[in-house]
Nanobody
Framework: QVQLVESGGGLVQAGGSLGLSCVAS????????MGWYRQAPGKQRELVAT???????NYEESVKGRFTISRDNAKNTVYLQMRSLKPEDTAVYYC?????????????WGQGTQVTVSS
């Protein structure tokens, strides 16, 4: 079984910074894309940022220049560094990974971590 476990959420004031991390564990041969998504109350889950195994990144428009996604392939870990946080960034943040094991690809999700930005 493959599990993704996020950490690093919390409460921060507007303009502050917060870092999230997500570790994948279990039977993993390789991990393709990894990413972060978020879901605010009453809204659909949305993409925040993604990163390929080769390090190519993609960001949702509203977080460009403020958030940075990175990964450590040796540690099966993806990070999200968030700066200049705004109240509208408040959401549950989920990590996501496309995991390969025994020639099968699995899309795995973490349990989510709450990020709250106060004004």
């Amino acid at each position: 079984q493959v599990q993704l476990v996020e950490s690093g959420g919390g409460l921060v004031q507007a303009g502050g910074s917060l870092g999230l991390s997500c570790v994948a564990s279990g039977t993993i041969f390789s991990i393709k894309g990894m990413g972060w998504y978020r879901q605010a109350p009453g809204k659909q889950r949305e993409l925040v940022a993604t990163i390929t195994s080769g390090g190519i990144t993609n960001y949702e428009e509203s977080v460009k220049g403020r958030f940075t996604i990175s990964r450590d392939n040796a540690k099966n870990t993806v990070y999200l560094q968030m700066r200049s946080l705004k109240p509208e960034d408040t959401a549950v943040y989920y990590c996501n990974a496309v995991v390969v094991a025994y020639n099968v690809e699995y899309i795995k999700w973490g349990q989510g971590t709450q990020v709250t930005v106060s004004s």
